[in-house]
């Protein structure tokens, strides 16, 4: 790159992770917060906590990263545009393939970071995250669960205990489990315990029902058993494999999944449908650098710059990511949809690049231009009136 080209390169990566750090700590806030119950009621030490919390972040800076290109990208050519930097760059003849190649190589650096994460990184984490939360549940059963009180392990999730006797066993236990929506359960007990079964956490229970009713249809069936356990990571039959969502799974376990595992056997489309997602995944900020290249990437007024820039560029990246969201929900039921997974990222780079290099600018039509700026003005005067008002 020659010097200009190095110029834009250092300005833009230096926006990109300043605007990747603000946004990954506003989120990472957000999802500290939601689950700040995990610490209060589980009776977990700070250390799990902070394992906890440390174990979401690779996943949520997956999904800031590529936002955070086009952000760190729309902001130095807007503001290169407004000190008229643009204008002096595409007069001394430089080409928008010139402009382009600094954005493409901070887009590429966040691909591969993307790619690495997605089949190593994020899949560690996501086992880690699941252990400890399992962890916590067990936790919580042997130790805070009361007597006579029913107490919510999360969402959907309920267990009610009449008392506790010696040597840690438990008396009426009654657990509901509606996480499914097309299948409902509550399990009857008059007696159990928790412990570990071949290194797994499991609740055995002893003279008790199953009830399993079927949403769909309405049916019911009823289940007697002497001796049962369930696992406290899935509330299944102890005696299957340790359940692991296809997210939390190896890119090779997905590939090459067992045949006999139930998801697969059930959603083959759930566990195809997360591998195709990281091997796409990587495209995103390729094609989001593209989006900013096409709404601020060449020369415009101040005027255009001001209302065009952001609005275009977050709303364009929004809108493919939401795309992104509906694919991976629709191949779930649907596994012949794979394709789409690698259509809507290449397509959305193909039809971006043309716009690109063609020099087309999509642009916000004037009259909403102006009804914008009456609108700022309008609220502007209302301020004034107001400290006004209050000053007399």
């Known amino acids: 790159m020659n010097t200009l080209q190095r110029y834009?390169?250092?300005?833009?990566a230096i926006m990109t992770l300043a605007a990747f750090v603000a946004v990954l700590a506003v989120v990472w806030v957000t999802q500290v917060l939601s689950r700040i119950d995990f610490a209060t009621n589980s009776g977990q030490s700070i250390v799990a906590f902070l394992k906890l919390v440390v174990m979401l972040t690779p996943q949520l800076a997956a999904i800031v990263l590529p936002i955070a290109v086009v952000i760190g990208t729309v902001q130095v050519f807007s503001t290169m545009n407004g000190d008229s930097e643009m204008a002096v760059m595409s007069a001394s003849g430089m080409s928008r393939g010139m402009i382009a190649r600094p954005v493409l190589a901070i887009a590429g650096i966040a691909s591969v970071y993307l790619l690495v994460s997605n089949h190593f990184i994020e899949p560690y984490a996501n086992r880690t995250l699941r252990d400890v939360l399992v962890a916590a549940r067990t936790d919580l059963l042997t130790t805070l669960v009361r007597e006579g009180t029913f107490t919510k392990l999360e969402k959907d999730?309920?267990?009610?205990?009449?008392?506790?006797?010696?040597?840690?066993?438990?008396?009426g236990i009654m657990v509901s489990d509606t996480r499914d929506d097309d299948v409902h359960l509550i399990y009857y007990a008059q007696s159990g315990a928790v412990g570990?079964?071949?290194?797994?956490?499991?609740?055995?229970?002893?003279?008790?029902?199953?009830?399993?009713?079927?949403m769909g249809d309405g049916t019911q069936s009823i289940i007697r058993f002497n001796s049962y356990a369930i696992s406290l990571a899935q509330f299944a039959s102890s005696n299957s494999q340790t359940y692991y969502a296809p997210h939390e799974r190896d890119s090779a376990d997905l590939a090459y999944p067992d045949p006999n595992d139930r998801i697969f056997q059930n959603q083959p489309g759930w566990v195809r449908g997360e591998l195709h997602r990281r091997m796409s995944d990587w495209l995103y900020p390729i094609l989001f650098a593209y989006i900013a290249l096409v709404v601020a990437?060449?020369?415009?007024?101040?005027?255009?710059?001001?209302?065009?820039?952001?609005?275009?560029?977050?709303?364009?990246?929004?809108?493919?990511?939401?795309?992104?969201?509906?694919?991976?929900?629709?191949?779930?039921?649907?596994?012949?949809?794979?394709?789409?997974f690698y259509a809507l990222p290449i397509g959305g780079i193909a039809a971006n690049m043309t716009l690109y290099y063609m020099g087309v600018t999509i642009s916000v039509p004037e009259p909403l231009i102006n009804a914008w700026d009456n609108l700022a003005r309008r609220v502007r005067q209302m301020r004034v009136r107001a400290a006004r008002a209050r000053a007399a």
């Open 157 to 171: 999730l309920t267990i009610y205990v009449d008392r506790r006797l010696p040597g840690n066993v438990l008396a």
């Open 8 to 12: 834009i390169f250092r300005r833009i």
């Open 196 to 214: 570990k079964v071949d290194g797994k956490e499991v609740m055995a229970m002893t003279n008790g029902e199953i009830h399993r009713r079927n």
């Open 297 to 340: 990437g060449q020369t415009q007024s101040n005027r255009q710059t001001r209302f065009n820039t952001y609005f275009q560029g977050l709303g364009g990246a929004l809108i493919y990511r939401w795309g992104a969201y509906a694919i991976y929900s629709a191949n779930r039921n649907n596994p012949e949809l794979w394709w789409l």
